[in-house]
């Protein structure tokens, strides 16, 4: 009866919808991240969003398209300075993360009064997310989870050899740059409920239980799902009944499952 009540609430279906998109978009861009060892990337767009984010606020639009757009810039940006330097992506990603945080603030410094919409996005609301937001977070996951799929054999190549990627005659810079955008947009989908603090948890959690289990490829990238879905909807509920922040009480219970699935691989 409890989660028959759980359910009769709009805005618990509607956070249930979107995290169980964003569960199986980022835990299955996460499974690439773990391959290239770009845990920082979702933590750094994460946080450069602050600004797309500060100009919507300032200018009076939706924050979230605007930080979509922000992300990609980045992500567009990072891969150009990439290609061009000797500098690697954490350094660069570092610099524009940076400066564009300090920017977001201070353009937060520009607006008045309390903005909610500002706290959502650090934190994370299960509170926050509106019709709107599910349609944007539904056609961007059906548009990357599709190319995702379709090129899932070049991602696996291009993530353990460059090199091997092109013998293979991999289109490796427009793939790479595919990726870069795919993780932006993603990370900043996920700052409606883990919050900008957070994000990146969900990106590194589930591949990371899952690695612990599997040992092909196919059954990693499906077991991430599996358990990604399962940390967010049980932390959902936990946020519910005990009246919890519904992002940390995620990622927290993705540390506890990890954890116990440690020691329980330990102990086998």
């Given at each position: 009866?409890?989660?028959l009540?759980?359910?009769?609430?709009?805005?618990?279906?509607?956070?249930?919808?979107?995290?169980?998109?964003l569960g199986?978009?980022?835990s299955s861009?996460?499974v690439?991240?773990?391959?290239?060892?770009?845990?920082?990337?979702?933590?750094?767009?994460?946080?450069?969003?602050l600004?797309?984010?500060?100009?919507?606020?300032?200018?009076g639009?939706?924050?979230?398209?605007?930080?979509?757009?922000?992300?990609?810039?980045?992500?567009?940006?990072l891969?150009?300075?990439?290609?061009?330097?000797?500098?690697?992506s954490?350094?660069?990603?570092?610099?524009?993360?940076?400066?564009?945080m300090?920017?977001?603030v201070?353009?937060?410094?520009?607006?008045?009064?309390?903005?909610?919409?500002?706290?959502?996005?650090?934190?994370?609301?299960?509170?926050?997310?509106?019709?709107?937001?599910?349609?944007?977070i539904?056609?961007?996951?059906?548009?990357?989870?599709?190319?995702?799929?379709?090129?899932?054999?070049?991602?696996?190549?291009?993530?353990?050899?460059e090199?091997?990627?092109?013998?293979?005659?991999i289109?490796?810079?427009?793939?790479?740059?595919?990726?870069?955008?795919?993780?932006?947009?993603?990370t900043?989908?996920?700052?409606?409920?883990l919050?900008?603090?957070?994000?990146?948890?969900?990106?590194?959690?589930?591949?990371?239980?899952?690695?612990?289990?599997?040992?092909?490829?196919?059954?990693?990238?499906?077991?991430?799902?599996?358990?990604?879905?399962?940390?967010i909807?049980?932390?959902?509920?936990l946020?519910?009944?005990?009246?919890?922040?519904?992002?940390?009480?995620?990622?927290?219970?993705?540390?506890?499952?990890?954890?116990?699935?440690?020691?329980?691989?330990?102990?086998?």
């Amino acid at each position: 009866m409890i989660l028959l009540e759980f359910l009769t609430l709009p805005f618990m279906i509607r956070a249930l919808i979107a995290g169980a998109f964003l569960g199986v978009l980022l835990s299955s861009l996460g499974v690439f991240v773990a391959l290239r060892r770009m845990t920082f990337f979702g933590e750094g767009i994460a946080h450069a969003s602050l600004a797309g984010i500060a100009i919507a606020l300032l200018l009076g639009f939706a924050p979230l398209p605007v930080a979509i757009l922000w992300a990609i810039l980045i992500a567009v940006l990072l891969f150009i300075v990439e290609r061009r330097t000797r500098l690697s992506s954490d350094t660069i990603l570092g610099i524009f993360f940076t400066s564009s945080m300090a920017l977001g603030v201070i353009l937060m410094n520009q607006t008045n009064g309390y903005q909610p919409e500002l706290i959502s996005f650090l934190f994370g609301s299960i509170l926050s997310v509106s019709v709107n937001d599910l349609w944007i977070i539904g056609v961007f996951t059906a548009v990357i989870m599709s190319w995702l799929l379709r090129f899932r054999g070049h991602l696996t190549f291009l993530s353990l050899s460059e090199e091997q990627a092109l013998v293979r005659g991999i289109p490796v810079g427009m793939q790479t740059l595919l990726l870069y955008i795919a993780l932006s947009v993603a990370t900043v989908l996920g700052v409606k409920i883990l919050g900008i603090v957070l994000i990146s948890a969900l990106l590194i959690l589930p591949p990371a239980i899952s690695r612990l289990y599997t040992k092909s490829f196919h059954s990693h990238l499906l077991w991430s799902i599996l358990f990604s879905e399962m940390i967010i909807f049980s932390g959902l509920l936990l946020s519910y009944f005990y009246d919890l922040p519904s992002g940390a009480t995620i990622v927290l219970l993705g540390a506890v499952v990890f954890f116990l699935s440690l020691l329980l691989k330990a102990r086998r």
